[in-house]
């Protein structure tokens, strides 16, 4: 049976006063959610630190939003998995589309990074996703299974379960529009599939969770359905009861 997650992603939002009040409020207020669920937060490498202080001691986890796949070096601006390692981050996120589309990261530098978050024994939570001009052209799995085949070609199967998916439509991502929960299912089914024809143990167990405009007042449906494990949330997860909400609703 897997386990529900939800992860809020929080992009490049918040200032020191900012994280302390959100963090206060899910504090507050995460004894709500069933302890059936995993929450986490993934705020700016620069809050790391101070978010891992603020949560020792609590259930809530701590994801980041990227990292560099070499473990050290010349590369100016950046931070590796082994420094995130250092700072209690359990989730690190691959291939966001924010991250494909703004800084051009291809598949093969998805899954070299997805491979360096693994080997430094951290969960890799890759994303994938259509565009709408995609999805128009009924390109939506093509695509998809595409993005998850490039980290199967290089990390194989195996590593799969101890990752997690995540779909989030491109177009789907702080618009405000949603897939429909049939619709993200169908996505849903045919990623596990596509995994099920390689190692159905490693597609019963791997979640893949739903991310793009979840809300309080949609999450119950999407996480409903037989292949929606829980959500990756952006926008709902800067408000502290938005998110509680959200996570209420994964039970
Ligand atoms: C995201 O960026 O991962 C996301 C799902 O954003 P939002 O919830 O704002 O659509």
Redesign the pocket.
């Known amino acids: 049976m897997r386990r529900k997650l939800v992860l809020g ?1 929080w ?1 490049m939002h918040g200032s020191k006063a900012q994280v302390r009040q959100l963090l206060a409020g899910l504090a507050a207020r995460i004894g709500e959610v069933s302890s059936a669920v995993d929450v986490g937060v993934c705020p700016t490498h620069l809050h790391i630190p101070l978010v891992a202080d603020l949560l020792a001691g609590s259930r809530i986890g701590l994801g980041a939003q990227d990292a560099y796949a070499d473990p050290s070096g010349a590369v100016t601006g950046a931070v590796s998995v082994s420094m995130l390692v250092e700072f209690g981050v359990s989730w690190v996120l691959v291939g ?1 589309s ?1 991250r494909r589309q703004l800084f051009g990261e291809t598949d093969q530098q998805v899954a070299t990074k997805f491979a360096a978050v693994l080997e430094q024994g951290l969960v890799p939570v890759l ?1 994938v996703g259509e565009t709408l001009q995609q999805r128009q052209e009924g390109d939506t799995e093509t695509v998809v299974l595409a993005q998850l085949q490039a980290v199967i070609n290089k990390a194989g199967i195996e590593a799969l379960g101890n990752s997690v998916l ?1 779909y ?1 439509p491109v177009w ?4 405000g529009e949603t897939a429909s929960p049939a619709e993200a299912q169908i996505v849903h089914q045919a990623l596990r599939a596509h995994m099920a024809a390689m190692n159905a143990q490693v597609a019963a167990d791997t979640r893949i969770i739903y ?4 809300k309080g007042a949609n999450a119950q449906q999407l996480f409903e359905q037989a292949d929606i494990d829980g959500g ?6 800067l408000e502290a009861e938005e998110f509680i909400s959200i996570c209420k609703n994964a039970d």
């Open positions: 992603n992009k966001h924010e994303c995540a989030e789907a991502i702080g618009t991310g793009g405009s979840v990756l949330i952006g926008g709902a997860s």
